[in-house]
Every structure is written in C-alpha cells, then in structure tokens.
C-alpha cells in the first residue's frame, strides 16, 4: 500500500496517573482489519500523546473519540502511543489499546 | 339452475390427471415409478395453466432435478403457474419466471437469488403474492394458498412409494400433507429406490410419483462456521451474552440464529460458561441444527436434548452416536421437521437470539438492503414474543415482570415474555454503521411497492440488544426516548452512539438498563481467542472424536 493513502492524526491530552519507568509495550499486528498500538515512555513529559497512521482515510472524528475515551480510563501520563492501523473498527482498536495499557506499569487496571 | 352442484370437482379433475399420466407416459410409468428420462413428459402431464406448485426449496435440501424439469415443460400446455416455496435457492427457481412458466410467488426466503429476484420483479416478471415467514407460509398452505402438485426430495423411495427422506426432512412433511389431503398430487424426486426403506418418513399413498433423480439432491451446508474466524470481539459479546442475559435470566430452553456471533456463544460455553459454574443452570435444551459449533458444549455435557429444522452435512455419524441428544428414527439418523421446530422455537423457548445488519432507533431491525428482495425465513417467529404462549419458565416470568413493572390495566396483567436479543457489532464491515436513523428496509419496500418495509424483527419484540459496548435492556425502557437512549448508549462510535445525551445515558447506566463489560464483571482483556473450546474446524474434529466429518470446503488443514 502507497503512503499517499495514509492519513496521519495526532491528539494530546495531561496525563493523571505517571507511569513509572516502563518497558514498551507492542499488541496487535498489522493486518486488514486490525492494528498495532506500541506505548513508549516519553520521560519528563506530563502528558500521553497518539500519534495514529491509518489506511482508512475520513474518520478523525471517530479515532478523537476512541482515544478520548481510552485517555479518561486509563489517564497515562509520559506516554507516548503510536498506532499502525488497516481499517480496524473501533471496538477492535478499544480493546487493543486497553490490552497495551494493560502492560504499562502504573497504569490502572 | 337445477342442476345440483358437483362438491367433488377436485378429486375428479385429480382423477383426470393420473389417467392423463398413465396415457401419456405408458411404459414408462411403472406402478408410482417414472422414467428419469420421461420427467418433463410426466410434468407436462400433471400440470394445468394456473396450477399453484409447492417446488421443494428448502434451507438446505432442493429438489434441484426437478426444478430443472419444470424449465423444459411445454409452456403451450403449462404457463401462469403460481409458485409457492420455502426458499428461491437455484436458479432455476426464478428461470420459471423468466420462461412464462410460471407468474406469481408466495415464498419465504430467497438469500442467494435476492438481487435476481429484485430485478424480475422490477422487469415485471412475476408478481410476488407476500413474503412469509415460514410457519406463515405453512399455515397458507392449509388455508389459501394450498398447493395443486408438490415437487419434493426425498432420499429414497421404495416399490410402493413411501418415502425415506435421511436427516434433512425439512420442510417435505407440510407441503406434501397440505398437498395430498386436497386432492393434489405429489411427485419425489429421489436418489435411490431401494427393496426395502431403513425408516418411512412419508407414507406411500400420501405420494403419487417417484422419479429417480440421476444425481444426488443438491444439500447445502449453511449452519458450519469455522471458529478460526471468530474475532475477539465476538468472544467479548459471548461473554457478555452467557453473564449479562443466560446467566440473569437462567435461561434453559433456546434458539440461537446463525452466525459468528453465537458459534462464539457456543464454544464459549465449556471454558468461560464452565468458569461461571453454569453448567446445568443454563442452555440445555435447543431448537437449533445440528450446529459443529455444539459439539464441545455437547462433549462437556452441557446439553440434554436437541430438535432440529434441518440437518447439518458432515453432522451425520456424530448425531448418530449422540441418540440421546437427538430426535432420530429407528434407523438411527436424525429426523428433522422445519414446521415442528419453529413451532418449538417460537412457543416453547425462552430465548433467542441472533444477528441482524441494521438497527434503528425504536430497536426494529433489518437485513434489507437495497436491490435484493430477501425475505425472512424463520427468525421473525424466533424473534417473536409468543403471545399465545400459557405455560411458565422462570426466564420468562422474570422478562414479563420486568417489561410490566409499574404498569396497570390490559399492559399491566401479569404475563411473560419471551427474550429477543440482537447482537451486532456497532460498525460492520468497511465502517458500516450498524445504527441507523432509518432502515434501507422503508426505501426498499417503496422500490418493490411492498405494503410495509421489510422488518425482520420488531423493535417491540427485541429485549436487549447487546454490542461490544454493552447491554441495553429495553424490557427496562418506560418512554421511547428512554429506548432511544439506550439504544444510543451502546451504538458506540457510530453517529448514533456520539450523539446520546450522555447524562441521559449515565442514569440509564445507573438503573442497570444499560451494562457496560465492567457492570457485568468482564475485564475486555480477557476476551482472547483462547477462550474458545475449538478454535479451528480440526478442533472442532477432534472434539468430535472424529464423528463429525465436515464438507470438503471446510477441510483447511
């Protein structure tokens, strides 16, 4: 697939639970209909910040209120979320974005 | 004026008919057997312009040879015929139309000829009486829309004429009943004739033709889903099916439809069900087809008896070995009944649930879309609460006082109420909304010129619809904008979804209408594949201990 056909969202929110240090966490693979979300620790920052890449152009309203709803759950904070996505519905990109949380010390349950 | 009425014109003209057979076809009639070769001669034969014909076209099971031999009839001795049928399932099925074979049709589903059909009756090619469900179009038969000449499949016939039709009976028991006890005829197609028959599922003086089809009946496997397909989602909504609605409601007795969505149901029952000690409390007796999905839960002893409508190929050993689950004839393979079993699955369940394409906001929901004309089948009469129903179950009572609380008068008298749960996932494919301000059903029914839009299930008949949001109990809603609420509250990310009142939905959270995964207890991490009991159809196999044999298009290890 051409570069030309992924569009490019960013979103940044203050994080409320700071992560201690934290290994990054990969869940997901690159598939039609799937994704990959991979945490990182951004050290010194106090806020949680999405960088999305995705094939399915035209949706940015919906990816904003996914990852809305993923900061007021879980509220990560020096976190840096990088996302790799092929059309994935939002319930699938919800549930991988919970499952990398799950990895991220310090974040809650 | 005096001449008295004849009132025995049918059995007369049915007289006329057999000796024109017996004229016509000479020695290659012999006794109820015809000449494979002579078929279309015998079809020229029987039929009469006008004739209403019940052509076998089951769910799975066609009487595919002569459907074939209708197309050849000579249309200067046999035209205007009148269709009436289960399912449009073979071409030939709507050839008939398009040859002026045939005009009119009554029928009940027509999945993979939908878009076809909508294009003849555009072009003015037939005219479509009504479509039914199909314990309505059952009850015409009986009624008025009784068939002239049934068409039917049957396994084997032997020198007399009773029929042996294996595990797929289906529908031939109602249309030839309807047939032969009004002076109609009946004619079989049949795979084999055999000296002696391992089991009579059609009595011979019921059937005035056998005709030896040089092929097999064509038989589709349509109820095996490979659970390598299953998503995790899926197994997300499968946990929250069997804690949030099987578990609450204790549900015992049920039908499920077809789908993904409850194979996951179903190959969750032995792991996560098992962890829920459920086991015995819920899901032990089934209206259903013999669904490979089953078998794991069936192995683990989760289930006492099975009725079916229809069979499953490759079901066929495992069924055997499993007598006690099962109905079966003496010959030990299974006798399935369309008829009896959605008269089971409509009165004597207490749950089903299903799949649908489109939702709107009243809870009506559709799998119409635009340019095809599918119809209903069966799940209109799952989907529905019995109203005529009597006997009580505690899921029942429990549904019927939640939908009444509160309530007086004619609404507030005590009753039950069946559970009608539609899952669905919030977006379908290509980021399809599965919630909709207005159904496609309402623009198709002013295409066709259909005298309603084609609802497959009313929003007053569904009691939760469950996504991977969460579960809205709408026997809970009091006021349609609380239904709408609700409705929204588990829409997602879908237009509807973002546009709930939040506030309005949060109270709905609080009164337990609405149930998130966390409500209920389930952390959506552990959702995972793992949790099926078969993950792949050589599970599924195995589990099996190597009875179930499944279709080669199945076969992918």
């Known amino acids: 697939m051409s570069t030309a056909g992924i569009e490019t969202l960013q979103y940044e929110f203050p994080g409320r639970h700071p992560a201690s240090a934290f290994a990054p966490v990969l869940v997901g693979v690159v598939s039609s209909g799937n994704l990959e979300v991979l945490v990182e620790p951004a050290p010194g920052s106090d806020r949680c910040t999405f960088r999305i890449e995705t094939s399915a152009r035209g949706f940015g309203a919906i990816w904003e209120a996914v990852v809305r709803d993923f900061h007021a759950r879980h509220g990560l904070s020096g976190a840096t979320v990088s996302i790799h996505d092929m059309g994935a519905t939002p319930a699938v990109v919800s549930l991988r974005l919970d499952q990398a949380a799950r990895g991220v010390t310090g974040a809650r349950p | ?557």
């Not at chain 2, 089809?213 to 197994?235: G, M, N, W």
């Not at chain 2, 109270?507 to 991490?525: A, C, F, K, T």
Request: glycine share 8%; charged share 25%; with cysteine.
């Open chain 2, 1 to 557: 004026m005096n001449t008295p009425r004849d009132w025995n014109t049918r059995a007369t003209n049915r007289r006329e008919r057999l000796a024109r057979v017996a004229r016509e076809l000479g020695p290659a009639l012999a006794g109820k057997q015809v000449d494979s070769a002579k078929v279309v001669a015998l079809l020229d034969a029987v039929l009469e312009p006008g004739d209403r014909v019940a052509l076998e076209g089951n769910n799975q099971k066609q009487a595919d040879f002569l459907a074939r031999a209708l197309t050849k009839v000579d249309t200067a001795r046999v035209r205007d015929l009148h269709m009436v049928q289960s399912v449009l399932s073979l071409p030939e099925h709507l050839d008939v139309f398009e040859l002026g074979i045939a005009s009119r049709l009554d029928f009940s589903f027509s999945g993979p000829q939908a878009a076809r059909l909508a294009r003849l009756v555009e072009g003015g090619h037939l005219r479509i009486g009504a479509i039914h469900t199909y314990l309505e179009l059952f009850g015409r038969y009986f009624v008025d829309l009784t068939p002239k000449v049934a068409l039917v499949a049957a396994q084997a016939a032997d020198r007399h004429g009773n029929l042996y039709t294996g595990p797929n009976t289906e529908d031939t028991p109602a249309i030839v009943e309807a047939t032969a006890f009004s002076s109609g005829l009946v004619i079989a197609q049949v795979n084999e004739v055999v000296d002696t028959l391992p089991r009579v599922d059609i009595p011979a003086d019921w059937v005035d033709f056998v005709v030896p089809a040089p092929t097999p009946h064509l038989i589709e496997p349509l109820f095996t889903r490979d659970p390598a397909q299953i998503s995790e989602i899926q197994v997300l909504m499968a946990m929250m099916a069997i804690k949030g609605i099987y578990a609450e409601y204790g549900v015992q007795r049920l039908n499920h439809g077809i789908g993904f969505d409850t194979a996951a149901i179903e190959l969750l029952l032995p792991t996560y069900g098992e962890s829920l000690g459920l086991k015995g409390r819920i899901c032990s007796h089934w209206a259903l087809n013999p669904h490979p999905a089953l078998i794991p839960a069936i192995e683990a002893g989760w289930v006492q008896s099975i009725h079916s409508f229809g069979s499953e190929l490759g079901m066929e050993r495992y069924i055997q070995a499993r007598s006690d689950l099962f109905f079966t004839g003496a010959d030990g393979s299974l006798r399935s009944n369309r008829a009896f079993s959605q008269a089971a699955g409509h009165y004597a369940c207490d749950l089903f649930i299903g799949s649908t394409l489109q939702m709107d906001l009243a809870g009506n929901s559709s799998t119409a879309t635009i340019g095809r004309i599918a119809g209903f089948g069966g799940a209109p009469n799952m989907g529905a609460d019995a109203r005529g129903r009597r006997h009580a179950s505690d899921a029942w009572l429990r549904a019927g006082r939640e939908a009444r609380r509160g309530l007086g008068g004619a609404r507030g008298t005590p009753r039950g109420q069946k559970l009608v749960v539609q899952m669905v996932e919030t977006f379908r494919e290509h980021m399809q909304p599965a919630f909709v301000e207005r159904l496609d059903a309402w623009q198709l029914a002013e295409q066709a010129g259909m005298a309603l839009p084609p609802i497959m299930i009313y929003g007053e008949d569904v009691t939760h619809v469950l996504t991977e949001e969460g579960i809205a109990n709408l026997l809970l809603c009091r006021t349609d904008e609380e239904r709408e609420q609700a409705i929204r509250g588990v829409a997602g990310y879908t237009p509807l979804g973002l546009a709930r009142d939040r506030r309005a939905v949060e109270n709905l959270r609080d009164r337990g209408v609405i149930r998130r995964p966390e409500d209920l207890g389930i952390d959506v991490r552990d959702a995972t594949r793992n949790l099926l009991a078969a993950r792949s159809m050589r599970d599924l196999v195995r589990a099996s201990g190597g009875l179930y044999e499944p279709p080669s298009r199945f076969r992918n290890w």
